[in-house]
């Protein structure tokens, strides 16, 4: 399982939810899912729709149970995560998810994408 997690700003579109999996795709193989915190789900289904992915929900508890590399002071914050994208796609990924790219940001700042894998069937939230 190879998902995308994401985290975004309020007022952020699906410019840049689609600009910043571009980053974090490039290179990479592609994605069977789409991550995203419960509370921001709309607009990833949108993009999901768009993609024809499936879309999973991740509850705040699982935000964080996984240790990310980045550390933002405002995810930290908001969240209690250092990535919103890299605990979103840890947790949705599943048991034994290792990222395959840190968090992208899109370039109007709005949205970042981290991609994580696994060789679960689906996730363990």
């Known amino acids: 399982m190879i998902?995308?997690?994401?985290?975004?700003?309020?007022?952020?579109?699906i410019?840049?939810?689609?600009?910043?999996?571009?980053?974090?795709?490039?290179g990479h193989p592609p994605v069977t899912a789409l991550a995203a915190p419960h509370d921001k789900l709309a607009l990833v289904s949108d993009l999901a729709k768009?993609?024809?992915?499936?879309?999973?929900?991740?509850?705040?508890?699982?935000?964080?149970?996984?240790q990310t590399p980045t550390q933002s002071i405002a995810s930290l914050g908001s969240r209690q995560t250092g990535s919103v994208a890299e605990a979103s796609a840890l947790?949705?990924?599943?048991?034994?998810?290792?990222?395959?790219?840190?968090?992208?940001?899109?370039?109007?700042?709005?949205?970042?994408?981290?991609?994580?894998q696994s060789d679960a069937q689906g996730p363990a939230i």
Do not use: N
């Open 50 to 66: 768009t993609l024809g992915l499936r879309v999973i929900a991740v509850s705040p508890d699982a935000l964080q149970i996984p």
């Open 91 to 116: 947790a949705a990924a599943g048991s034994g998810a290792k990222l395959l790219t840190t968090r992208h940001i899109s370039p109007d700042r709005m949205a970042t994408c981290a991609i994580a």
């Open 15 to 26: 410019v840049a939810l689609s600009t910043a999996l571009a980053g974090a795709q490039h």
């Open 3 to 13: 998902v995308a997690g994401f985290g975004f700003r309020t007022g952020a579109d």
